[in-house]
């Protein structure tokens, strides 16, 4: 019986495939969550054992697609293709645990909960190739007017329930296609992913896991949180609140960007909005320009008109006493920013997620100084999103290569990481069970250009390892029956292994992809090689003058055979212990 479904079910798969383009093409999220693979209660041993490490960093530098092939950078170089523009949302609602536990109580916004330790773990020495700057370093002169954002997603922080990681609400629930009582296993379970697990804790365990989030965002050299607010009231209202509490205490000048999220918040009400933006604002987090504008950052601004945000601003300063420097993000930033440029302070957008197409971002940010506006680049990582049944193809490590390239190279003046932990989307650049914190500590490296203007001197050798556990064509065999499939625009998918190599001088990198094993010249700098994905697990080390030095494992099992679809990719550095 069990057999023949999947039989049907492939079957019905492959018949929708001629007409997978005509899906709706999101640039938004809003899902549930996803399902758990073979090797989770192996991973998580093993994360669990070495423990919960704080923070850092991103990457850059387009790539092509081609397995053999490789590319050399320090520079930026231009994107291949014109890529899709944003599309429209698709008005998913935020997923909310079924169990979840009771709201945080307390005035969030002051004090310091009862109980409540800060926890966040300082990054070990030698994470990184290069020696990162203080803090301070980066938040003053012209640095400091260069802005770096993380997108804070509510409903994923680092534990729903407290529990120990092998038994905890994200694993039994949102990591399994059974949980939830079967409702995500249409699409094989809400995640793939899920936060790199902590330890549970005593006291006011919510407000000291959001004081280590900040933490570790803050080690890698981000300025703050660009924190969407999803309701107004419940468990992610309750969150918000608290988040401001966490960064005020870690870090007075770690800052939150508020940013309504109007595909979710349910009100028409420009008052009721204004009220909840002024509560917030009374946090001394709350981001704000030197000359004491509230930045309000709406997420999809276009779901209201003009004139409905300008009652919101008027209604803010008349009522609460707040002037407002207004931010919005469009998700269609061409045929709105003309309409919005009186009220604006500046622009953004949600962005595209493949490494294609980027130079669209030139052009927007070239229109937004053009209207003496700044401008807010989205830099990402990747999408795949099970539950809408869509994927953009990453190239590893190319899109977020590519997209710090270009807010490097076009000027642009604030960067909002896309997104810190959105695993339903699977954009995350958090630490994470299967990425540990790769993307993060490859940010730091251009996120430090972007402020400084000059790239990080490499004091030591780095390698960087990406790839996905299973081929994009794989097929899977459990109970999925609805796949995704590739978003129309999007870079063509490809089955590749990237060794992403950081040399203080020339050397050799050996490499080990399933059974093939092989070698390649690498140049001092930033290399990128391409290694066709193969059945098993990867590793590279480099060696120099016959001495190895920097080695990395991924030691996730690739597989032709999968019961899950996953197409997000997984990565490991050798800056950190495995």
């Not at 002169?141 to 804070?152: D, I, N, S």
């Not at 601003?313 to 002037?323: A, M, N, P, V």
């Not at 730091?444 to 081929?471: C, E, H, M, N």
């Not at 059945?535 to 494992?553: E, F, N, Q």
């Amino acid at each position: 019986m069990t057999a023949d479904r999947r039989t049907d079910r492939r079957a019905r798969r492959r018949t929708r495939g001629g007409d997978r383009t005509a899906r709706p093409v999101s640039h938004r999220r809003r899902p549930a969550v996803r399902g758990a693979r073979p090797l989770l209660a192996m991973a998580l041993s093993a994360f669990l054992l070495v423990g919960v490490c704080a923070a850092t960093g991103i990457a850059w530098d387009p790539l092509s697609g081609a397995p053999a092939q490789n590319a050399t950078a320090h520079g930026a170089a231009a994107p291949q293709a014109a890529g899709p523009a944003p599309a429209p949302d698709t008005g998913t609602a935020a997923p909310q645990p079924e169990q979840s536990p009771a709201p945080t109580k307390g005035a969030a916004a002051k004090g310091n909960p009862e109980g409540a330790v800060d926890s966040g773990a300082g990054r070990p020495a030698g994470a990184l190739p290069f020696d990162m700057p203080q803090p301070a370093a980066l938040r003053s002169g012209e640095a400091g007017r260069k802005l770096v954002f993380a997108h804070y997603f509510t409903p994923y922080p680092l534990s729903l329930d407290n529990a120990a990681a092998d038994n905890d609400y994200y694993t039994r629930n949102y990591l399994n296609p059974d949980g939830e009582s079967g409702k995500h296993g249409r699409y094989g379970g809400l995640l793939r992913d899920r936060p790199l697990p902590v330890t549970p804790k005593s006291g006011d365990w919510e407000y000291a896991n959001l004081q280590q989030e900040v933490r570790t965002a803050r080690a890698a050299g981000i300025d703050g949180f660009t924190l969407d607010l999803l309701s107004l009231s419940g468990k992610n209202w309750d969150r918000s609140n608290l988040l401001m509490a966490a960064a005020r205490s870690v870090d007075p000048s770690f800052k939150i960007m508020l940013m309504p999220d109007m595909t979710s918040l349910k009100t028409d009400d420009p008052r009721v909005l204004a009220g909840a933006i002024a509560t917030l604002a009374d946090a001394s987090a709350a981001h704000r320009l030197p000359d004491g504008r509230l930045v309000v950052s709406p997420f999809k601004a276009e779901a209201k008109n003009v004139a409905w945000w300008t009652e919101v601003i008027s209604i803010l300063k008349t009522d609460h006493g707040i002037r407002t420097a207004f931010v919005p993000l469009f998700l269609d930033f061409g045929a709105h920013s003309g309409d919005f440029a009186p009220i604006s302070h500046g622009f953004s957008e949600w962005g595209s997620r493949s490494y294609v197409g980027q130079e669209s971002s030139t052009r927007d940010v070239q229109r937004a100084h053009g209207m003496g506006k700044i401008w807010m680049q989205p830099v990402s990582v990747q999408d795949a999103r099970p539950n809408q049944g869509i994927y953009d193809e990453a190239g590893n490590t190319a899109t977020l290569r590519a997209t710090w390239t270009r807010a490097i190279e076009d000027g642009a003046d604030w960067v909002q990481l896309t997104t810190w932990n959105d695993y339903s989307e699977g954009s995350q650049f958090a630490p994470s069970l299967h990425n540990g914190h790769a993307y993060l500590d490859l940010t730091s490296y251009y996120l430090t250009r972007f402020k400084t203007g000059g790239w990080p001197k490499i004091v030591r050798d780095t390698l960087y390892l990406s790839a996905r556990t299973q081929f994009a064509d794989a097929d899977p065999t459990g109970d999925q029956s609805l796949v995704m499939s590739l978003r129309k625009g999007s870079a063509p998918a490809r089955d590749t292994v990237e060794v992403l190599s950081f040399l203080t001088e020339a050397a050799s990198v050996r490499t080990t992809v399933g059974t093939a094993q092989g070698g390649h010249d690498a140049p001092a700098g930033i290399h990128a090689k391409l290694l066709p994905l193969k059945p098993g697990t990867s590793a590279a080390h480099v060696v120099r003058d016959g001495k190895a030095s920097a080695k990395v494992d991924l030691p996730f099992r690739v597989d032709h055979t999968v019961e899950v679809q996953d197409l997000q990719y997984y990565a490991a550095t050798s800056g950190r212990e495995p």
